[in-house]
Protein backbone atom coordinates (compact mmCIF):
# COMPACT_ATOMS: atom_id res chain seq x y z
CA UNK A 1 0.00 0.00 0.00
CA UNK A 2 1.43 3.41 -0.85
CA UNK A 3 0.79 6.33 1.88
CA UNK A 4 -1.08 9.15 0.04
CA UNK A 5 -0.60 12.44 1.79
CA UNK A 6 -2.50 15.28 0.73
CA UNK A 7 -1.34 18.24 2.32
CA UNK A 8 0.50 19.53 6.19
CA UNK A 9 -2.54 19.54 8.71
CA UNK A 10 -0.80 20.76 11.39
CA UNK A 11 2.17 21.32 14.02
CA UNK A 12 2.81 21.03 16.78
CA UNK A 13 5.24 23.75 19.25
CA UNK A 14 5.54 22.99 22.94
CA UNK A 15 5.47 25.96 26.19
CA UNK A 16 5.60 24.93 29.76
CA UNK A 17 2.80 24.55 31.69
CA UNK A 18 1.31 28.36 33.01
CA UNK A 19 2.64 29.81 30.12
CA UNK A 20 0.13 30.03 28.21
CA UNK A 21 -1.42 34.01 28.30
CA UNK A 22 2.75 34.45 27.49
CA UNK A 23 2.29 32.36 24.24
CA UNK A 24 -0.84 34.25 23.28
CA UNK A 25 1.13 37.74 23.77
CA UNK A 26 3.77 36.38 21.51
CA UNK A 27 1.73 34.32 19.00
CA UNK A 28 -1.65 36.64 18.66
CA UNK A 29 0.67 39.52 19.72
CA UNK A 30 3.78 39.55 17.90
CA UNK A 31 3.99 37.53 15.24
CA UNK A 32 0.25 38.70 14.75
CA UNK A 33 -1.75 35.17 13.88
CA UNK A 34 -5.18 34.48 14.20
CA UNK A 35 -6.22 32.17 17.00
CA UNK A 36 -8.82 29.41 16.25
CA UNK A 37 -10.93 27.59 18.78
CA UNK A 38 -9.99 24.36 19.89
CA UNK A 39 -12.39 21.25 20.15
CA UNK A 40 -14.22 21.02 23.56
CA UNK A 41 -13.03 17.50 24.26
CA UNK A 42 -9.24 19.00 23.70
CA UNK A 43 -9.93 21.91 26.17
CA UNK A 44 -8.83 20.71 29.01
CA UNK A 45 -5.59 19.73 27.84
CA UNK A 46 -4.27 23.36 27.76
CA UNK A 47 -2.64 24.98 24.83
CA UNK A 48 -3.98 26.66 21.79
CA UNK A 49 -4.21 26.53 18.07
CA UNK A 50 -3.55 28.78 15.26
CA UNK A 51 -4.12 29.43 11.56
CA UNK A 52 -0.59 29.79 9.41
CA UNK A 53 -2.07 30.07 5.73
CA UNK A 54 -3.46 26.65 4.93
CA UNK A 55 -2.13 24.90 8.27
CA UNK A 56 -2.42 24.86 12.17
CA UNK A 57 0.05 25.81 14.34
CA UNK A 58 -0.94 23.94 17.85
CA UNK A 59 0.98 25.04 20.85
CA UNK A 60 0.54 22.01 23.28
CA UNK A 61 1.47 22.12 27.06
CA UNK A 62 4.43 19.68 28.48
CA UNK A 63 7.45 19.87 30.99
CA UNK A 64 9.69 22.47 29.89
CA UNK A 65 12.57 21.20 27.77
CA UNK A 66 16.02 21.65 29.41
CA UNK A 67 18.35 21.65 26.09
CA UNK A 68 17.09 23.13 22.78
CA UNK A 69 16.05 20.47 19.97
CA UNK A 70 16.72 20.73 16.43
CA UNK A 71 13.00 20.09 16.04
CA UNK A 72 11.44 23.24 14.13
CA UNK A 73 8.74 24.37 11.32
CA UNK A 74 10.19 25.93 8.26
CA UNK A 75 7.66 28.41 6.99
CA UNK A 76 7.71 30.23 3.40
CA UNK A 77 7.89 34.05 3.58
CA UNK A 78 7.58 37.16 1.74
CA UNK A 79 9.79 40.37 2.43
CA UNK A 80 12.16 38.15 4.69
CA UNK A 81 14.00 41.86 5.62
CA UNK A 82 11.23 43.18 6.74
CA UNK A 83 9.90 39.98 9.04
CA UNK A 84 13.64 39.87 10.14
CA UNK A 85 13.79 43.61 11.09
CA UNK A 86 10.51 43.72 12.91
CA UNK A 87 11.36 40.63 15.01
CA UNK A 88 14.50 42.34 15.78
CA UNK A 89 12.50 45.66 17.08
CA UNK A 90 10.50 43.41 19.44
CA UNK A 91 13.36 41.80 21.09
CA UNK A 92 13.00 38.72 19.46
CA UNK A 93 16.24 36.40 19.22
CA UNK A 94 16.90 35.56 15.92
CA UNK A 95 19.79 33.09 14.53
CA UNK A 96 21.26 32.91 10.96
CA UNK A 97 21.49 29.68 9.69
CA UNK A 98 23.50 27.99 6.90
CA UNK A 99 23.40 29.70 3.41
CA UNK A 100 21.37 27.42 0.91
CA UNK A 101 22.11 28.40 -3.01
CA UNK A 102 18.18 29.71 -3.62
CA UNK A 103 17.02 30.17 -0.51
CA UNK A 104 17.55 33.08 2.04
CA UNK A 105 16.58 32.12 5.33
CA UNK A 106 17.25 32.55 9.28
CA UNK A 107 15.40 31.67 12.51
CA UNK A 108 13.60 32.88 15.49
CA UNK A 109 13.04 31.53 19.21
CA UNK A 110 9.58 31.62 21.11
CA UNK A 111 9.92 33.11 24.44
CA UNK A 112 9.75 29.03 25.25
CA UNK A 113 12.94 28.12 23.21
CA UNK A 114 10.99 26.29 20.00
CA UNK A 115 13.08 26.92 17.03
CA UNK A 116 10.88 28.54 13.99
CA UNK A 117 12.43 29.21 10.83
CA UNK A 118 11.43 31.41 8.13
CA UNK A 119 12.75 31.60 4.41
CA UNK A 120 12.04 33.12 1.02
CA UNK A 121 13.39 31.36 -2.24
CA UNK A 122 15.88 34.13 -3.88
CA UNK A 123 16.91 33.53 -7.87
CA UNK A 124 20.12 31.48 -8.25
CA UNK A 125 22.10 33.48 -10.55
CA UNK A 126 25.85 31.69 -12.21
CA UNK A 127 28.82 34.03 -11.27
CA UNK A 128 31.06 32.35 -13.02
Given at each position: MKIA????????????FGEEERAREFYG???GLREIEKPDALKPGGGMWYEVADIQLHIGIEEAQKKRSKRHPAFEVEDLEGIRNYLSEHGVELREEISIPGVERFSFFDPFGNRIELFEQREVTDNH
Open positions: IKRLGHLQLCIPGVL
